[in-house]
Every structure is written in structure tokens, then in C-alpha cells.
């Protein structure tokens, strides 16, 4: 079965969501947006995340990603997640089973058995 697909702004997703989402992408969003169109047809671009449910589509351009990055306190000046707050959030999330090879990326380390060392 497909997951339900959700195209969403930022601002209208709930805070367990953004959480999860900044440890997904904890040095940033714009080297992560992918293109699409929208029911428009329109060209568009988005941040792709996955859930055990839901499969979101979080429209932004790169420069709104990049602000959203700036004005938020979780980051630091070099645009990377805080290390206390990554930490929190692990902490917080630590059963939430999506958050391994569905959102694995080169910025992360979600997926990474750490029985491998």
C-alpha cells in the first residue's frame, strides 16, 4: 500500500514533525529540496520526509529554506543543528523506527548500525 502523500508548508506542520525533521537534516534543507510540479502544473520545490504513515512534500525555495535555517535558535551560526539539541531530539525519538533508511542522507547518521564500529 502507498502512503498518503502531503504537500505542506513548514509553518503548518506540527512541532514533533519539524523536530523530526531537523534531526533528518541537521546541517540544513536547500542541498536536500527536490523539484516537482503541483496541481498547477507549476514547477515547484520541496523537502521530501518520510514517516511509518506519511510521505510529506515541504514546499520551500532554497532562499526560505536557508531562512528558516537562520532564524531558528536550534541551529547554530554555521547552519548546523546544535549538538544538545540533536541530542534531545534523539533522546525524544529514539523508537520512532522511520527515523533510519527511509530518511538517511549524507548529512546524518540515522541508519548506521552502531554495533558495526
Keep these: 500500500m502507498d502512503k ?3 504537500i505542506k508548508d513548514y509553518h503548518k506542520l506540527s512541532e514533533e514533525v519539524i523536530e ?12 536536500h529540496l527536490v523539484i516537482f510540479k503541483n496541481r498547477e502544473g507549476e514547477i ?12 510529506y512534500l515541504i514546499r520551500m525555495s532554497e532562499a526560505k529554506a536557508e531562512a ?3 532564524d531558528d535558535d536550534d541551529y547554530d551560526s ?14 525524544k525519538y529514539e523508537d520512532e523506527d522511520f527515523l ?15 554495533d558495526d564500529d
Excluded: H, W
Design 44 to 55: 515547484r520545490k520541496g523537502l521530501p520526509f518520510e514517516t511509518e504513515d506519511y510521505y
Design 100 to 114: 533510519n533508511e527511509l530518511n538517511s542522507n549524507e548529512d546524518n547518521d540515522l541508519g548506521i548500525d552502531e
Design 68 to 70: 528558516i535555517i537562520e
Design 20 to 31: 523530526q525533521i531537523k534531526l533528518v537534516f541537521p546541517m540544513g534543507f536547500s542541498k
Design 4 to 6: 498518503p502523500r502531503i
Design 78 to 91: 554555521d547552519g548546523n543543528l546544535k549538538k544538545s539539541v540533536k541530542t534531545k531530539y534523539e533522546d
